[in-house]
């Protein structure tokens, strides 16, 4: 089972910048699409950003194109969330996802099969 866990959330002012991280055990992530979604308090999940296995191709949801840039170092099991010009609706807990094995990247929660924990990016206005 993979084992993801995210960090580089926290409180930041509108207009300001985050990384976000996402670390994958071993060799976890071979093969593997990985999403970043999104979850604000009484609201659904929402995808942010997705990522295919060689890096070449990349999705984004449209409230968050070109603010937003999603990369992945294969060779350190890692893949990052670059967020610039943040705003207050950006605000929520942040999860990277890895897809099933070989999938295309995709936006659809359901296609992700393994989860990490969490990390709270705040926005404040």
Do not use: H
Not at 16 to 42: D, E, N, T, Y
Not at 60 to 82: C, H, M, P, W
């Amino acid at each position: 089972q993979v084992q993801l866990v995210e960090s580089g959330g926290g409180l930041v002012q509108a207009g300001g910048s985050l990384r976000l991280s996402c670390a994958a055990s071993g060799r976890a992530l071979v093969g593997k699409a990985v999403g970043w979604f999104r979850q604000a308090p009484g609201k659904e999940q929402e995808f942010v950003a997705g990522v295919n296995w060689s890096g070449g191709t990349t999705q984004y949801a449209e409230s968050v194109k070109g603010r937003f840039t999603i990369s992945r170092d294969n060779a350190k099991n890692t893949v990052s969330l670059q967020m610039n010009s943040l705003k207050p609706d950006d605000t929520a807990v942040y999860y990277c996802a890895a897809g099933r094995r070989l999938a295309p990247v995709t936006t659809i929660y359901s296609d992700y099969a393994e989860w990490g924990q969490g990390t709270q990016v705040t926005v404040s206005s």
